[in-house]
């Protein structure tokens, strides 16, 4: 199997490299870029899916809607597009930049730049990468904050993302 490669940036997101997925997995110095896409449905309800117990990070966790690499020479919107068909299978909507920050642990560091759709399902769930998904609402996913069930990259994003969601969207209202 070939390996996968990806475009090192700084801070900004101006490319200053390559490396190999293996070795930005395993140092925190290597930082590459990674695209979110928050799926929201007319209720204002986030799908979220259920990482595969097979993934090497945060294997079992409910993360956000869509999430993946930028590949080497590829530009983050493109990502965010081709990963939703890929993990979702959403390929007529047209995701919509949001915003983009630094997300860096003890393993990897990220570039990450999140987007959203609005899209109200069928989905066709990619069996590598996710066990199982579904709409949560917004009162559904903070009372579920903190109890592990996330990763820890969605609980930091969450607040982030939710000032995003119109208040007609939350269902607290």
């Not at 209720?43 to 409910?62: E, H, N, T, Y």
């Not at 609402?137 to 969601?165: K, Q, Y």
């Amino acid at each position: 199997m070939r390996e996968e490669w990806f475009d090192l940036v700084d801070e900004d997101g101006n490319r200053v490299g390559r490396a190999k997925r293996s070795e930005c997995h395993g140092n925190p110095d290597l930082l590459h870029q990674a695209v979110h896409v928050f799926v929201v449905n007319g209720a204002g309800a986030v799908f979220l899916q259920k990482r595969s117990a097979a993934k090497d990070i945060q294997p079992g966790k409910w993360d956000t809607s869509v999430g993946g690499h930028v590949d080497a020479g590829e530009e983050p919107d493109a990502a965010a597009r081709r990963e939703a068909r890929e993990e979702l299978g959403i390929s007529k909507a047209a995701p919509e930049f949001l915003y983009s920050y630094l997300w860096r642990t003890a393993v990897e560091s990220e570039r990450i730049q999140s987007y959203w759709i609005r899209h109200e399902g069928p989905f066709t769930l990619h069996p590598d990468e996710i066990d199982e998904g579904r709409f949560w609402t917004a009162i559904e996913i903070d009372a579920a904050l903190s109890s592990g069930v996330f990763t820890p990259n969605f609980e930091t994003e969450w607040p982030r993302v939710r000032m995003f969601l119109r208040p007609s969207d939350d269902s607290s209202d």
